[in-house]
């Protein structure tokens, strides 16, 4: 079937055309339309906008505290090792599916660098855009004052005995004055321009203050990506018990725990050693709260200097740029356990945790070392600081001062589990394989030990004795580099967001032209605000205030809005009466073009 092309009709898309008949029509079918195609670098082109577009950041941004979230809801490795390997314990399908993903490092993963990475990249690359439009911005002048004055929200009108020159520069320089509270601060960019014909006008604007806070909010955003990065790659701390008289060296092995960035080194520790001379707690004699809590120790630098040092809470030591807290305190009662041949299993001070605010504290004693086949001992109770009988056989502490200390013990035997591999909690026993010591009724031995007593333990496991009692330091070893940094861009981010949100955007013009009478000046002022603002006919009134404060007015009026009061004076004083209209309605005109021309662009 022949296809009809009318005559001049070219098709920009086909490539090759059937050579025509005699009668002007061709039988070969028409070329399908060729697209043109984007190629590897239009494909990535189209995917950097796309990726340095706000709407991406934003969601990358919400997609980052989504990704988060399961470091809140699992156990993290880098805090708890022990905790991590108990819920694959518990967990046998979900968990070692869950530790493939990542959900026990979240942090460190892949998925959460990847989208950090994004976030970081996202940003970046909708910061140097603005930022140099912003730039040539400022470089820029003010748009030329319109034509038609009468169609902004707030106007006024005036006419004075002088020239337009001189009115129109006075504007300016009332425009470039701050406010009251500051007038050394530049408020408005001003350009004064001469219109022809003896008509002189002056254009100011104000209001990049705004953007200038929103690019440093964002520029705010990437410090505080940064700074969180660098102290996560260099941070590190450590939690130790020091037991008094006792010491510690600041080295990885001798913290109970440990938490360390990617990038730290052991070698950037430095190698002191702290000793735990004393420890006070005072309490209320009354309520039983505690009043003060203080730590001193004796700090021994490297090269085998030594120094008394006082640590109390909220009142870190500072050693290498690390800070050393206070961070809980306890009783560590002397023990020592023989076993069933009379050997010294276990001797040592055993930290008990306390449970209340009298310092009633619970307690693990572990004794594995035991000779020959006998069953490993465990003792499980509580320390009362000052024990009181309340009925037969049941004490209560009423104080958190160790005025008089009892050990309440239950005992138990057989396998402790320390040899199966999984990390166990110092301060709990694992029940599992133990065997509770009952009487001949079936009820549990109960052992109450104070300091100095020794009882013979039940079945023959041995003996125990209550040596002393002295007080232990919960002490917290940070360093995060980036600390200073992260408050720095914080406070940044929240002076920008304040700055973008409540700096006013306004244009204010003031056009003088040759007035009817002879030596007068006509003077018509409008301002326009971004969105509303209350405060533009005010900060009108007061510019051409300061404007027209060396001439003599003829007649000044002013209004708010087109078909509102206006109100008219001919008085001779030197300021513009306060408006008395608070009416501001926004124009349905766009701001004013920078060629000069009105809106309506004529």
């Given at each position: 079937?022949a296809?009809?092309?009318p005559?001049?009709?070219?098709?920009t898309?086909?490539?090759?055309?059937?050579?025509?008949?005699?009668?002007?029509s061709?039988?070969a079918?028409?070329?399908?339309?060729?697209l043109?195609?984007?190629?590897?670098?239009?494909?990535?082109?189209?995917?950097?906008?796309?990726?340095?577009?706000?709407?991406v950041?934003?969601?990358?941004?919400?997609?980052l505290?989504?990704?988060?979230?399961?470091?809140?809801?699992?156990?993290?490795?880098?805090?708890?090792?022990?905790?991590?390997?108990?819920?694959?314990?518990?967990?046998?399908?979900?968990?070692?599916?869950?530790?493939?993903?990542?959900?026990?490092?979240?942090y460190?993963?892949?998925?959460?660098?990847?989208?950090?990475?994004?976030?970081?990249?996202?940003l970046?690359?909708?910061?140097l855009?603005?930022?140099?439009?912003?730039l040539g911005?400022?470089?820029?002048?003010?748009?030329?004052?319109?034509?038609r004055?009468?169609?902004?929200?707030?106007?006024?009108?005036?006419e004075?005995a002088?020239?337009p020159?001189?009115?129109?520069r006075r504007?300016?320089?009332?425009?470039?004055r701050?406010p009251?509270?500051?007038?050394?601060v530049?408020?408005?960019?001003?350009?004064?321009?001469?219109?022809?014909?003896?008509?002189?006008?002056?254009?100011?604007?104000?209001?990049?203050?705004?953007?200038?806070?929103?690019?440093v909010?964002h520029?705010?955003l990437?410090?505080?990506?940064v700074?969180v990065?660098?102290?996560?790659?260099?941070h590190?701390?450590?939690q130790?018990?020091v037991?008094?008289?006792?010491?510690m060296?600041n080295?990885?092995k001798?913290?109970?725990?440990?938490?360390?960035?990617t990038?730290?080194?052991e070698?950037s520790?430095?190698?002191?050693?702290?000793?735990l001379?004393?420890?006070?707690?005072?309490?209320d004699?009354?309520?039983?709260?505690?009043?003060?809590?203080?730590?001193?120790?004796t700090?021994?630098?490297?090269?085998?200097?030594?120094s008394?040092?006082?640590?109390?809470?909220?009142?870190?030591?500072?050693?290498?740029?690390?800070?050393?807290?206070?961070?809980?305190?306890g009783?560590a009662?002397?023990?020592?356990?023989?076993?069933?041949?009379?050997?010294?299993?276990?001797?040592?001070?055993?930290?008990?945790?306390?449970?209340?605010?009298?310092?009633?504290?619970?307690?693990?004693?572990k004794?594995?070392?035991?000779?020959?086949?006998?069953?490993?001992?465990?003792?499980?109770?509580?320390?009362?600081?000052t024990?009181?009988?309340?009925?037969?056989?049941l004490?209560?502490?009423?104080?958190?001062?160790?005025?008089?200390?009892?050990?309440?013990?239950?005992?138990?035997?057989?396998?402790?589990?320390?040899?199966?591999?999984?990390p166990?909690?110092?301060?709990?026993?694992d029940?599992?394989r133990?065997?509770q010591?009952?009487?001949?009724?079936?009820?549990a031995?109960?052992?109450?030990?104070r300091?100095?007593?020794?009882?013979?333990?039940p079945d023959?496991?041995?003996?125990?004795s209550?040596?002393?009692?002295?007080?232990?330091?919960?002490?917290?070893l940070?360093?995060d580099?980036?600390?200073?940094?992260?408050?720095?861009?914080?406070?940044?981010?929240?002076?920008?967001?304040?700055?973008?949100?409540f700096?006013?955007?306004?244009?204010?013009?003031?056009?003088?032209?040759?007035?009817?009478?002879?030596?007068s000046?006509?003077?018509s002022?409008?301002?326009?605000?971004?969105?509303?603002?209350?405060?533009?006919?005010?900060?009108?009134?007061?510019v051409l205030?300061?404007?027209?404060?060396?001439?003599?007015?003829?007649?000044?009026?002013?209004?708010?809005?087109p078909?509102?009061?206006?109100?008219r004076?001919?008085?001779?004083?030197t300021?513009v009466p306060?408006?008395?209209?608070?009416?501001?309605?926004?124009?349905?005109?766009p701001?004013?073009?920078?060629?000069?021309?009105?809106?309506a662009?004529?």
């Amino acid at each position: 079937m022949a296809t009809y092309r009318p005559e001049g009709l070219e098709d920009t898309f086909a490539t090759s055309a059937a050579a025509p008949g005699a009668d002007g029509s061709s039988d070969a079918p028409a070329a399908p339309p060729r697209l043109p195609r984007l190629g590897p670098t239009g494909w990535a082109r189209w995917a950097w906008r796309q990726l340095t577009s706000m709407r991406v950041a934003l969601l990358l941004l919400m997609l980052l505290a989504v990704a988060a979230v399961p470091g809140t809801i699992f156990p993290q490795r880098a805090q708890d090792v022990s905790e991590v390997a108990q819920y694959i314990d518990d967990h046998p399908s979900t968990g070692p599916w869950l530790d493939r993903f990542g959900f026990f490092d979240v942090y460190s993963s892949v998925w959460f660098s990847a989208i950090y990475l994004m976030l970081f990249i996202s940003l970046v690359g909708c910061i140097l855009p603005r930022t140099r439009a912003h730039l040539g911005a400022l470089r820029g002048r003010p748009p030329r004052t319109p034509r038609r004055l009468t169609r902004f929200p707030a106007q006024a009108r005036a006419e004075v005995a002088g020239t337009p020159q001189d009115v129109a520069r006075r504007a300016a320089s009332a425009m470039r004055r701050g406010p009251r509270w500051a007038p050394f601060v530049r408020s408005y960019r001003v350009d004064v321009h001469d219109e022809g014909g003896g008509a002189w006008s002056a254009a100011g604007e104000r209001g990049y203050l705004r953007e200038t806070g929103n690019l440093v909010f964002h520029l705010a955003l990437v410090g505080l990506l940064v700074s969180v990065a660098a102290g996560q790659m260099l941070h590190y701390r450590g939690q130790a018990i020091v037991v008094q008289g006792r010491g510690m060296a600041n080295s990885v092995k001798e913290y109970d725990t440990f938490e360390k960035g990617t990038a730290f080194s052991e070698d950037s520790l430095e190698p002191f050693t702290l000793r735990l001379d004393d420890f006070t707690a005072r309490f209320d004699d009354e309520t039983l709260e505690p009043r003060d809590f203080a730590a001193y120790v004796t700090v021994t630098d490297p090269d085998g200097t030594p120094s008394a040092e006082t640590i109390k809470v909220n009142h870190p030591l500072e050693r290498d740029g690390a800070k050393i807290y206070l961070q809980g305190n306890g009783y560590a009662p002397e023990l020592t356990v023989r076993d069933a041949a009379g050997e010294v299993a276990f001797s040592g001070a055993v930290p008990f945790l306390p449970q209340d605010e009298v310092y009633t504290s619970r307690g693990v004693v572990k004794v594995p070392d035991v000779s020959g086949d006998q069953a490993q001992v465990g003792l499980v109770g509580y320390l009362l600081p000052t024990a009181v009988e309340i009925t037969d056989g049941l004490y209560q502490s009423v104080d958190p001062q160790p005025d008089a200390p009892l050990l309440v013990l239950s005992v138990w035997s057989g396998n402790l589990g320390l040899d199966t591999g999984v990390p166990q909690n110092v301060y709990q026993l694992d029940e599992s394989r133990m065997e509770q010591a009952v009487d001949a009724d079936g009820k549990a031995v109960t052992i109450y030990l104070r300091p100095g007593e020794s009882v013979e333990l039940p079945d023959g496991l041995g003996s125990v004795s209550f040596d002393s009692l002295t007080r232990y330091v919960a002490l917290d070893l940070r360093h995060d580099p980036a600390l200073t940094w992260v408050l720095v861009f914080a406070l940044a981010a929240f002076a920008g967001l304040a700055a973008s949100l409540f700096a006013p955007r306004r244009r204010l013009w003031v056009r003088a032209v040759p007035g009817t009478r002879p030596g007068s000046t006509v003077v018509s002022a409008a301002g326009l605000a971004r969105g509303d603002d209350v405060g533009l006919q005010p900060e009108l009134d007061r510019v051409l205030a300061d404007a027209l404060t060396t001439f003599d007015p003829v007649t000044v009026e002013h209004t708010t809005a087109p078909g509102t009061t206006t109100v008219r004076t001919t008085t001779a004083d030197t300021r513009v009466p306060p408006t008395t209209s608070a009416d501001q309605t926004q124009p349905d005109t766009p701001d004013a073009p920078r060629d000069g021309r009105d809106h309506a662009g004529r």
